[in-house]
């Protein structure tokens, strides 16, 4: 399946922003998907995940209460809200699709889009 994030920005800090994840495939509907993303000199990290029936969501303890994921299996598309935006946000977003039921760690996700910046100025 082949993803495209979109969304990213400059937004100054306690703003927001919303991602979205698409493809053209159907079978988007059917894989769990994922938002990671990875700061400069920093390594690639989880932030959020939903399930292919939205039953199951899983959040970094770092977005917990400002970031909520959501998505709308009839337009393949998986959004990430993302609320009261700090600086530490800044980062280059990416989704990813999944095969497992709930996934949190990269190496459980097989597709990968290309990045989108999001830039949260102080």
């Known amino acids: 399946v082949q993803l495209q994030a979109s969304g990213g920005g400059l937004v100054q800090a306690g703003g927001l922003l919303r991602l979205s994840c698409t493809a053209s495939?159907?079978?988007?509907?059917?894989?769990?998907i994922g938002w990671f993303r990875q700061a400069p000199g920093k390594e690639r990290e989880f932030v959020a995940a939903i399930s292919w029936s939205m039953v199951n969501t899983e959040y970094a303890d770092s977005v917990k209460g400002r970031f909520t994921i959501s998505r709308d299996n009839v337009k393949n598309t998986v959004y990430l809200q993302m609320n009261s935006l700090k600086p530490e946000d800044t980062a280059i977003y990416y989704c990813?699709?999944?095969?497992?039921?709930?996934?949190?760690?990269?190496?459980?996700?097989?597709?990968w889009g290309q990045g989108t910046l999001v830039t949260v100025s102080s």
């Open positions: 990813a699709a999944s095969n497992e039921r709930i996934a949190t760690m990269a190496y459980e996700y097989a597709y």
């Open positions: 495939e159907r079978t988007f509907s059917t894989y769990t």
